[in-house]
Nanobody, 124 residues
Framework: QVQLVESGGGLVQAGGSLRLSCAASGRSFSSYGMGWFRQAPGKEREFVAAISGSRNNIYYADSVKGRFTISRENAKTTVYLQMNSLKPEDTAVYYC?????????????????WGQGTQVTVSS
């Protein structure tokens, strides 16, 4: 069993930055691929970024490439999402998720564990 707790969301002006954190409890954190997803009001949940347990494989949605950076510290069982040059269309609830084994990290359906989400609001 893995529990995930996100933090770091908030209100920021367009062009600003936020850093989301996701603290994981449970064993074998490095065995899990970790992903960030987001869901805006009235829209489906969408993939944002993902990182394999070894950090060798990193993926981004086209909409965030060059602006967002995912990273992880296995010793601290924490994954991060650094978000720069934020836009109003980045406004959403951001969710952290864990997938054992790390295959198909861009597909939300494979993730076994999810956090409760943290709200990110970008004002224009």
């Amino acid at each position: 069993q893995v529990q995930l707790v996100e933090s770091g969301g908030g209100l920021v002006q367009a062009g600003g930055s936020l850093r989301l954190s996701c603290a994981a409890s449970g064993r074998s954190f490095s065995s899990y691929g970790m992903g960030w997803f987001r869901q805006a009001p009235g829209k489906e949940r969408e993939f944002v970024a993902a990182i394999s347990g070894s950090r060798n494989n990193i993926y981004y949605a086209d909409s965030v490439k060059g602006r967002f950076t995912i990273s992880r510290e296995n010793a601290k069982t924490t994954v991060y999402l650094q978000m720069n040059s934020l836009k109003p269309e980045d406004t959403a609830v951001y969710y952290c998720a864990a997938l054992y084994g790390g295959l198909r990290l861009t597909d939300s359906h494979g993730y076994q564990y999810w956090g409760q989400g943290t709200q990110v609001t970008v004002s224009s």
